[in-house]
């Protein structure tokens, strides 16, 4: 297993496995498979992260994208201490194995380099509990439910907001 920032030679890899992700899991994303498939690819090339602060983690078995997880650093002057978590996904063979906390204590060492972030984001449907146990396993604590944040196919989705404090 081989476990990597993802650069722009990526971007038709990442592009399936992410298509994956929405098909197989709608509701763990903020993005619908409709949303994501109509956008070109010229579109996907000029969204994929590009600077140290912001970035996908990926993770090749046999040179196969299996899993990823993106991360960004908040903007704006007064939250630029914060990061957040985004897109983590395991194609299913490989969930179970240890790969997510692999993937995902990864990109917080990469977040922990820079200088401004002192704490990690995420946010994850309050119904997944392995997903929950694998965020809590590496100290990250719930500080809210967010109530019917994700609607998909009619069925509502309750979010758990997560952090974990760093520096």
Not at 46 to 68: H, M
Not at 84 to 103: E, F, H, N, V
Request: hydrophobic share 40%; glycine share 8%; proline share 2%.
């Amino acid at each position: 297993m081989e476990i990597k920032r993802l650069t722009i030679e990526n971007l038709d890899e990442f592009i399936e496995l992410r298509s994956e992700g929405l098909t197989l899991s709608p509701e763990a994303f903020g993005e619908s498979l409709v949303e994501y498939t109509t956008k070109t690819y010229d579109q996907h090339k000029a969204n994929f992260p590009k600077t140290d602060d912001n970035f996908i983690i990926g993770a090749f078995e046999n040179s196969k994208l299996v899993g990823v997880v993106g991360f960004f650093q908040k903007r704006a002057e007064k939250m630029k201490h914060k990061g957040a978590i985004w897109g983590m996904y395991i194609t299913p063979s490989q969930r179970g194995t240890g790969l997510g906390k692999k993937l995902l204590q990864f990109a917080i060492d990469q977040a922990i380099l820079i200088e401004d972030i002192l704490q990690i984001e995420l946010a994850v449907i309050s119904t997944n509990i392995p997903a929950k146990k694998l965020y809590e396993s590496l100290d990250f604590i719930s500080f809210g439910v967010e109530k019917r944040a994700i609607c998909v196919g009619g069925v509502f989705y309750d979010e758990d907001h997560m952090v974990k404090v760093i520096k």
